[in-house]
């Protein structure tokens, strides 16, 4: 399984936009890098997925080289409720789907969001 | 869809209780997984299912079981409850198909406390 590497730690302010960088070097051909987000006291939660190129829905956006060692979460214009846990995830779907297969979650990013 | 809900949210055990978590899911996933959660770490795997009446171990399964009676449900045994059990427990569950998502879908957790 690709190893992941994010922050510990982010701090924004309203309005900005957040860009979390992830770090994935030993990333495998059929692996696709997937987002979740934590809030306190609840689950994680699924939120963007992409292979190459880039991938956007109405919560972020999602860069990806086309080395695909690397990749960044973007959140625009971010706002209070945006403060949460983001885990960058790296694995091949076909083995979830498949045969199920445990998600790998590292410590993750907690991003700090004040007014 | 209530989604994936775990019973009961909140509990505290003495040392050597016993105690089941209940896992339910209502949108007919064939996997299901339990995952706990410590402080300031990502989640691991305890046991898993991928499908009725079976069941696999993941990477801590010391100290619980689990049963799959039902499809929709996914049971967590702790038969003599120890401090080190203290933690955050996460059910999971997704679907066996084709469409490359790596998504699961996780419940809202239940925060077990040991003294």
């Known amino acids: 399984l690709a190893k992941t590497t994010q922050p510990i730690s982010m701090d924004s302010y309203e309005g900005q936009e957040v860009n979390i960088t992830c770090s994935h070097n030993n990333i495998a051909t059929n692996d696709y890098i997937t987002w979740y987000q934590q809030f306190p006291s609840q689950g994680p939660r699924f939120i963007i997925q992409?292979?190459?190129t880039k991938v956007t829905n109405e919560v972020a956006s999602l860069f990806i080289p086309a080395d695909r060692k690397s990749s960044t979460l973007s959140l625009p214009r971010v706002s209070l409720s945006d403060t949460a846990v983001y885990y960058c995830?790296?694995?091949?779907?076909?083995?979830?789907?498949?045969?199920?297969?445990?998600?790998?979650f590292g410590k993750g990013t907690t991003l700090s969001v004040s007014s | 869809n209530a989604g994936v809900t775990q019973t009961p949210k909140f509990r505290v055990l003495k040392t050597g209780q016993s105690m089941t978590l209940l896992c339910a899911q209502d949108m007919n996933h064939e996997y299901m997984y339990w995952y706990r959660q410590d402080p300031g770490m990502g989640l691991r795997l305890i046991h898993y299912?991928?499908?009725?009446?079976?069941?696999a171990k993941g990477e801590v399964p010391d100290g619980y079981n689990v049963s799959r009676l039902k499809k929709q449900n996914f049971l967590l045994g702790l038969e003599s409850a120890a401090p080190s059990q203290t933690s955050v427990y996460f059910c999971a569950s997704n679907q066996r198909g084709t469409v490359l998502s790596y998504e699961q879908y996780f419940g809202p957790g239940t925060r077990l406390t040991v003294t």
């Open positions: 299912s991928v499908g009725e009446g079976t069941t």
């Open positions: 992409g292979y190459k």
């Open positions: 995830l790296v694995g091949d779907p076909r083995a979830l789907l498949q045969a199920g297969t445990a998600l790998i």
